[in-house]
């Protein structure tokens, strides 16, 4: 399995030994205000199962190894080239340009390793800060979903952000990159 590195970052597959760090990024509400819901400890262990069989979804940890959150590209079912971006840090990890160090080590990982042609991406419209990191990347927004998703029992928009591989190909030179894989 792939072990990703960045400057400051190591982005390692799941193991079992993570359980406890994907609970606590999982169950804190400040995390999930943008994502989902909060589940109970036995969805949540369902989805962590899930993580661990990725061999395209990482932890994100420092430079001592502590986990700070994670990513992961989802390969479409319906066409192999294609994959949705998603990625979480815990609060304490925001603000510091570690989403921004880990998106860019994910999309030229997908398009470099895994051949995909496409990164697509899902935000709920108030998520301000992750739809200027997709764009600060290059990703478009290319539609957005009025009131499409529920949260918490609020309706909110979705916009949908796309990156296709020969803009990323244009926008990313290897000295700017500060990774390898």
């Known amino acids: 399995m792939a ?15 993570d359980w406890p760090f994907f609970l606590q990024l999982r169950q804190n509400h400040e995390v999930m205000q943008f994502m989902g819901e909060v589940l109970d400890e ?19 940890r420092d430079e001592n190894g502590t986990p700070l959150g994670d990513i992961g590209l989802q390969i479409s079912s319906k066409n192999p080239h294609e994959a949705d971006v998603g990625y979480a840090l815990l609060p304490e990890a925001q603000g510091q340009g570690f989403a921004s160090e880990a998106l860019c080590a ?8 895994l051949g995909l042609w496409a990164i697509n991406a899902w ?18 927004r290319t539609q957005v979903l009025t009131k499409a ?22 926008l ?7 990774y390898s894989t």
């Open 123 to 140: 935000v709920l419209g108030d998520n301000h800060a992750s739809a200027r990191l997709l764009e600060k990347h290059g990703f478009i």
């Open 3 to 17: 072990i990703l590195t960045t400057r400051r970052l190591r982005l390692s597959p799941f193991n079992k030994s």
């Open 42 to 60: 036995a969805a949540i262990g369902a989805i962590f199962s899930r993580r661990c069989n990725s061999p395209a979804i990482f932890v994100i």
């Open 106 to 113: 994910i999309c030229d990982f997908g398009f470099q390793r």
């Open 172 to 178: 990313s030179r290897p000295e700017n990159m500060g």
């Open 149 to 170: 998703y529920r949260l918490n029992g609020k309706d909110y928009d979705d916009w949908v952000y796309r990156l296709e591989e020969q803009t990323w190909m244009i």
